[in-house]
């Protein structure tokens, strides 16, 4: 079953639509992402599926209940975590007060000191660097701060969008990895990349969005190998 | 003039600087927190001091025990006010705010004017005079220092060290990453506003003991709050308290050399100054 499904939505900012009938689905534990051009609609996408935006149709299902009209503070609550495009970090805090309001919804706050020691085996740098203000981070350690406050929340299902944007290529071979062990781990993900070589190669499904609609989708391994893929987004 | 009289100015105007300090910080969390201006801040200020004038003249209760009360319900007050107006208008341009508090200015003074007309009063509260080497200073006026003190560092400690108050900071800092991480921001801006409210309601409280005050008083310091507000840089608690202490020594030191008249041009050619020269406050703070 999935564990978060996007039926047909249609959203927008204000009196511009952007999504135009997309749709998605996440099984349990998989890797999943979504591609597309510049100004496809991705980012749109999660921020309609986290509730930052209101539907103007369509429904969004998570564990088989309709969230479409369900508030994004309340999401978290569920569940339903997003690692915002450009990491919105709270930049005056502190990398550890970061982490702290990473963990802020319900299920979060009984599991802090796990989840602590978590993201510090996963990015030892981030234990290095607690007390430092978060805006103060060089542009690779706030991403990884970013996605250690993602995993602070307890996610069930984590959404990440732009993982790997202006990061130098060893991160992001290391952050694609934390990534896999993070569904190894059992958490669902949705990652949303310009890399699209490298999210299809990590993801195990995949779905391209063009001009808000979703245009292709299958196995992340079928979809590197389809000639349209390759030539409108791999450039080969 | 003696060595003794300019030291008791000096420090006198010290003791209302920090007073001048806790109304400051109300109008800067609000400012820092939701970048909403608050213009009814001077007409919180002088609910306070009615708030300790009548539980004092009219139910007896000691001036101090009355300032808690005062307090809380200046913190409901805040909350109220929030729930009512500011919400409706949160997300709108500037304009909006400034109208709204501005509605809510107007609705207190009319309502207050009415109530109480404008004849000042006085609490005729008096702790006597405490003598210190040549200084000679009056007991309400140090009690008032150092209960904004004690605020203060109850205030630090609250925004810094507990749960509510972090996300009181992080909601300031970034209020979609806050509501993302399972934050409710409109809550949390309510209960900012009711603490913004709350110091306003402290500090006219605190200067209903010692000075006299209709319920157009309030405004003074509102302006006073502004001038501060651009001396210790807004949103930053500490820097109005900074921010505070000079403009107090100021008003305690410059009667000394010129008309007391003169005392508000000199403040707010130094407002004006700052904010030429150094917009983002003197001690620094946001933008
Ligand atoms: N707040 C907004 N108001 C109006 N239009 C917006 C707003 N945010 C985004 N858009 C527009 O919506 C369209 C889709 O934007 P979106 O951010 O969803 O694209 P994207 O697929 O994430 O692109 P990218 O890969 O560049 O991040 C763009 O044309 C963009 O200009
Ligand atoms: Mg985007």
């Known amino acids: ?236 | 003039m003696n060595a003794g009289a300019i030291l008791t100015s000096l420090v006198d105007g010290l003791l209302i600087g920090v007073v001048y300090g806790i109304a400051a910080m109300g109008l800067n969390l609000i400012w820092g927190v939701m970048r909403v201006i608050n213009l009814a801040h001077g007409a919180l200020i002088s609910l306070g001091m009615f708030g300790v004038y009548l539980l004092f003249s009219g139910l007896g209760l000691n001036p101090y025990l009355a300032l808690v009360l005062v307090a809380l319900m200046g913190l409901l007050m805040g909350i109220l006010i929030y729930a009512i107006a500011i919400t409706r208008v949160i997300n709108a341009p500037y304009l909006s705010t400034l109208l709204a508090t501005f509605s809510i200015n107007m609705i207190v003074i009319g309502l207050g004017t009415a109530a109480f007309t404008t004849t000042p009063r006085d609490t005729g509260f008096s702790l006597g005079n405490v003598e210190v080497g040549p200084l000679t200073l009056q007991g309400t006026r140090l009690i008032a220092a150092l209960v904004t003190l004690i605020v203060t560092a109850i205030l630090y400690t609250f925004l810094y060290r507990t749960r509510t108050g972090k996300y009181i900071r992080a909601v300031s800092n970034n209020r979609s990453a806050a509501e993302l991480m399972g934050i409710p921001s409109s809550r949390i801006l309510a209960l900012s506003f009711g603490i913004g409210t709350m110091l306003a309601a402290i500090a006219g409280g605190l200067i209903a003991t010692f000075f006299s005050f209709t319920i157009l008083s309030g405004d003074v310091y509102q302006q006073k709050s502004f001038i501060i507000g651009v001396l210790g840089g807004l949103g930053n608690p500490l820097g109005a308290l900074v921010g505070g202490l000079i403009l107090g020594v100021l008003e305690g030191v410059l009667p000394l050399a010129m008309p007391n008249t003169w005392v508000p041009v000199i403040e707010f050619v130094l407002f004006i100054l700052i904010l030429l020269v150094k917009p983002s406050g003197l001690l620094g703070g946001k933008k």
Request: charged fraction near 25%; aromatic fraction near 6%.
């Open chain 1, 1 to 236: 079953m999935a564990i978060l499904e996007v039926r047909d939505i249609a959203s927008g900012y204000g009196e511009v639509q952007i999504l135009w009938g997309a749709h998605l689905k996440l099984e349990e534990k998989k890797l999943t992402c979504l591609v597309g051009g510049n100004g496809a609609g991705k980012t749109t996408m999660l921020r309609t599926v986290m509730g930052l935006i209101k539907p103007l149709s369509g429904t969004i299902w998570f564990e088989g209940k309709d969230v479409s009209r369900v508030p994004a503070y309340t999401k978290a609550d569920m569940g339903l975590v997003l690692v915002p495009e450009g990491r919105q970090l709270f930049t005056d805090m502190s990398v550890y007060e970061n982490l702290e309001m990473g963990a802020s919804n319900k299920r979060a706050r009984g599991k802090v000191k796990d989840n602590l020691e978590k993201v510090y085996t996963m990015f030892p740098r981030l234990l290095e660097r607690q007390t430092q203000k978060a805006g103060t981070l060089s542009g690779g350690e706030q991403q990884m701060l970013a996605v250690a406050r993602g995993i602070m929340a307890d996610p069930i299902v984590l959404m990440i969008d732009e993982l790997s944007l202006g990061l130098a290529p060893v991160l992001v071979l290391q952050l694609f990895e934390s990534l896999r062990a993070l569904r190894d781990a059992g958490i669902t993900i949705l990652l949303v990349e310009q890399n699209v070589h490298m999210a299809l190669a990590i993801s195990d499904y995949g779905y391209v969005l063009s001009e808000g609609r979703s245009e292709i989708e299958g196995p992340a391994r079928q979809l590197i190998k389809d000639k349209h893929v390759r030539e409108a987004y791999l450039g080969l």
